[in-house]
């Protein structure tokens, strides 16, 4: 079976492409690029990571990606020892003492266990720093519990007054819960922001102009009593992982970050702010009457888009790609690198964004005040 790394290698350069080029059009980084090729799968913060850029790379090459999967997991599998005890013979033990062995390991790893959650270790990536803060008016005391993050990301469900504590060259920054309801308040070493459900924050914590942790909302208890968030220090996100939004969901509350986090590199939360834009009229007239989309791809793009309240639908594109589609009513569109799209609506351009921005956008029919329709363009933030 020829290596999955040489896969991509001879299937770059068939291409014609260099590392430098494919990085720049699929948003994944260099290194990761290099170590998919050297298969230098170690250099990953994680499983997901992995599979998630093995199957933008190769779909950015046009190889099968499940066969990609399948060889990865199937390698993978080879690389495992096999147990010594498929080739030794197995001792034969007395049944009692063997079982009265187990039952001190068993009694043995209890204690260990109570000990441990006794010490605050958590088995999600947490260590619980203090159980209860003393109250204080000095900033950055809450009367929650602490948790300090133990791995490359946490997921679990915090209750107001709650702090994460986030270590960077040997300092803390802690990150407190202040408030959960209709949204979520974060004190953050730069400031407070608000998050809805959905959406995810990029912070950089020591002001070195570097994005330091990921911050998305998963749920918020409709009553306040807390809300699920997860803290990841890997910031550069793979191209095709999944967003975490069910199918159920109105996918309008999606925010333009979100998407932004799974599809192209990370930008620094002070920025977020800017990509909200005005609604557009593209054109006007007296009947609504279908409307046609034209898209021409000028570089690699990842687009989803769901049109008169049908499935969602989610493609590949390569350069010199074109996409037609008539929409009655309405179409969301979601794409990762809008400057690599040339868009005309019924015949009339169309911008999607700036280079190197993610672009979500509804355009729908809407009626005017003064009588007749127009065809607008909105963010979906």
């Not at 993050?149 to 060259?169: H, L």
């Not at 594109?317 to 040339?342: E, P, Q």
Request: proline share 4%.
């Amino acid at each position: 079976m020829e290596p999955i790394g040489q896969k991509f290698k001879d299937a770059r350069k068939e291409k014609g492409l260099f590392i430098e080029q494919v990085s720049r059009e699929t948003n994944i980084s260099k290194k990761y690029i290099e170590a998919i090729e050297e298969e230098r799968f170690g250099d990953f913060p994680g499983e997901a990571y992995i599979t998630g850029f093995l199957r933008s790379y190769a779909g950015y090459l046009g190889l099968n990606v499940e066969e990609i999967i399948t060889i990865y997991k199937n390698t993978k599998l080879q690389e495992q020892p096999v147990p010594q005890e498929l080739f030794e013979p197995k001792p034969r033990f007395p049944m009692i003492p063997v079982a009265a062995g187990i039952a001190v390991l068993l009694a043995v790893s209890a204690g260990l266990i109570v000990f441990l959650n006794g010490r605050g270790l958590s088995g999600d990536g947490t260590k619980v720093v203090r159980e209860k803060a003393p109250v204080s008016d000095t900033k950055g005391k809450s009367d929650g519990k602490e948790y300090e993050m133990t791995s490359s990301f946490i997921e679990r469900r915090f209750a107001e007054g709650d702090t994460v504590v986030v270590r960077y060259r040997e300092l803390p920054y802690r990150i407190i819960i202040e408030k959960t309801g209709e949204q979520v308040t974060l004190s953050l070493p730069t400031g407070s922001v608000d998050l809805a459900k959905g959406r995810e924050l990029l912070a950089d914590l020591d002001s070195d102009s570097s994005n330091d942790i990921r911050i998305l909302v998963r749920e918020i208890d409709a009553q306040g009593k807390g809300a699920v968030l997860k803290f990841d220090r890997n910031t550069e996100a793979p191209a095709v992982v999944s967003s975490g939004i069910s199918s159920e969901e109105e996918l309008s509350n999606v925010s333009a970050a979100a998407v932004a986090a799974v599809v192209s590199p990370a930008v620094p939360a002070s920025t977020l702010t800017s990509r909200k834009q005005a609604e557009k009229v593209i054109f006007e007239s007296e009947n609504m009457l279908p409307f046609t989309i034209n898209l021409t791809f000028r570089g690699y793009c990842l687009m989803r888009y769901e049109s008169d309240g049908g499935r969602r639908e989610e493609r590949y594109f390569h350069k010199g790609d074109t996409f037609r589609l008539d929409v009655s009513k309405s179409i969301k569109i979601w794409l990762s690198n809008a400057s690599s799209v040339s868009a005309a609506v019924n015949n009339i351009d169309y911008s999607f964004g700036s280079a190197g921005s993610v672009s979500a956008k509804i355009i729908r029919w809407s009626e005017k005040p003064g009588g007749g329709y127009a065809v607008k363009a909105f963010p979906l933030y």
